[in-house]
């Protein structure tokens, strides 16, 4: 079984500063994909970057990059230069390429500091 | 802008009513999920169908959940009867063939109370 772990409940920042969030999973699976998912207070899941597990450059979007160690078994969320709409939930979910079933860690709430 | 619709956005029942919720998938999406979240659980998969049929729903409570994709633009999470514990919100998401990113709908927030 796959298990997703953000160990962060809470953390706070402030504006257009730098943020990590963690997350670990367990898997012995060898191709599978990262993502990470924001929910605001609105509820909506909204995407914020993914990575393909074969691929050893780490993923950016914008202000939001990973840290992809696939060895440690890690994936962390950078965010850079904090902005007040980045404050959420923030999900880790981890995918395999056979099933499309995602596995979601219990989240972290990011609240960023004006 | 292509989006993941639910319906209804909220519903309130008292227990042994049944509810319905309804998810219409982005248009081409073939791989429909239901999940469910609550603040002791988190996010739960209930239930996922491609192209229609159902492929997992070992997530779901047998007794009183089911689920169906009767056409290619609708799917639909029914309750019967529903109890307390089902109060959380649901979300629908879908997918593309060879894609692998979900999107997500807005969610119904269920409340029986």
């Known amino acids: 079984a796959q298990t997703v772990t953000q160990s962060q409940p809470e953390m706070s920042v402030q504006e257009a500063e730098t943020v990590t969030l963690s997350c670990t999973y367990d898997t012995s699976e060898n191709n599978y994909y990262l993502f990470w998912y924001k929910q605001p207070p609105s509820r909506q899941m909204i995407l914020v970057i993914r990575?393909?597990?074969?691929?050893?450059q780490n993923a950016t979007e914008n202000r939001f990059s990973v840290n992809f160690q696939k060895a440690a078994k890690s994936f962390s969320l950078k965010i850079s230069d904090s902005q007040l709409g980045d404050t959420a939930m923030y999900f880790c979910?981890?995918?395999?390429?056979?099933?499309?079933?995602?596995?979601f860690g219990t989240g972290t709430s990011l609240t960023v500091i004006p | 802008d292509a989006r993941v619709t639910q319906t209804p956005r909220h519903k309130v029942t008292e227990m042994g009513q049944e509810v319905t919720m309804r998810c219409q998938p982005i248009?081409?999406?073939?791989?429909v999920f239901w999940y469910r979240q609550t603040m002791m659980q988190g996010l739960e998969l209930l239930a996922y169908f491609r192209n229609r049929a159902p492929l997992d729903d070992s997530g779901m409570p047998k007794d009183r959940f089911s689920a169906e994709m009767p056409d290619a633009t609708l799917a639909t999470l029914k309750i019967q009867p529903s109890e307390p514990r089902d109060s959380a919100v649901y979300f629908c998401a879908s997918a593309q063939a060879g894609v692998y990113e979900q999107y997500f709908g807005p969610g119904t927030r269920l409340t029986v109370t």
């Open positions: 990575q393909e597990a074969y691929k050893q």
């Open positions: 979910a981890f995918m395999r390429v056979t099933g499309n079933q995602f596995y």
């Open positions: 248009l081409g999406h073939n791989t």
